[in-house]
């Protein structure tokens, strides 16, 4: 059990530029969320996928976001022309179906100047 | 929409006492209850779950549910340093889970 992996742990990106960030969950968990984090707040829900479909994306999510699951392994989060207000710690989490246990991998941190 | 609410603390706390941490959620059909620590800068690490109304023990650490009340506790015996943390409640009904703000825990030596 090698855990949830994320990569980059960190990003540095000019305001306007295209990001994208990749999970990596546990082999045999089914769902994968995405959160987002700011200083002094709980994770946020951006969006969740059960094997390939992704089945829920939080309303707040702007049209700027994207995120994929090919073929319901790894995870792509991609946010087009970048804000300083997306600068937060993106979090990917991955569990078995019904109610397990959700594990975080170390998430990445973006920072938009 | 779904709520969890914690006490954003801080909750100062001497080494060796307990820590009583909070959570209410607005959510009935929630069915799992979830208790993470993170550190700062740190991702959310997974310390407890609980699934049923009662009291599970782990530990230092103790999480009550009551689900009439829309109530989750966690319970932290002998507290040390090494536990001073922002601790939080997450629930999960059929699909999302939602995370408290959670609650920064002090411990002093």
């Known amino acids: 059990d090698t855990g949830v992996s994320q990569n980059p742990r960190h990003k540095i990106t000019k305001r306007g530029q295209n990001v994208t960030f990749r999970c990596d969950p546990i082999?045999?968990?089914?769902?994968l969320y995405w959160y987002r984090q700011t200083l002094g707040q709980g994770p946020e829900f951006l969006t969740y996928?059960?094997?390939?479909?992704?089945?829920?994306k939080s309303r707040l999510l702007s049209d700027r976001f994207s995120a994929e699951r090919p073929k319901g392994s790894f995870s792509t989060l991609e946010i087009q022309r970048t804000e300083q207000g997306d600068s937060a710690m993106y979090l990917c989490?991955?569990?078995?179906?019904?109610?397990?246990?959700?594990?975080f991998g170390q998430g990445t941190r973006l920072t938009v100047v | 929409q779904k709520e969890v609410e914690q006490n954003s603390g801080p909750l100062s706390v001497p080494e060796g006492a307990i820590a009583s941490l909070n959570c209410t959620y607005s959510d009935r059909v929630s069915q799992s209850f979830f208790w993470y620590r993170q550190y700062s800068g740190k991702s959310p690490e997974l310390i407890m779950s609980?699934?049923?109304?009662g009291d599970k023990e782990d530990g230092r650490f103790t999480a009550q549910l009551n689900k009439a009340s829309q109530y989750v506790s966690l319970l932290i015996r002998d507290s040390q340093p090494s536990d001073s943390a922002t601790y939080l409640c997450a629930v999960k009904g059929y699909s999302t889970l939602t995370f408290g703000k959670g609650t920064m825990l002090l411990v002093s030596p």
């Open positions: 989490a991955s569990s078995r179906d019904g109610g397990y246990e959700a594990f």
């Open positions: 609980i699934y049923s109304n």
């Open positions: 082999s045999e968990h089914n769902r």
């Open positions: 996928f059960q094997n390939e479909a992704q089945l829920e």
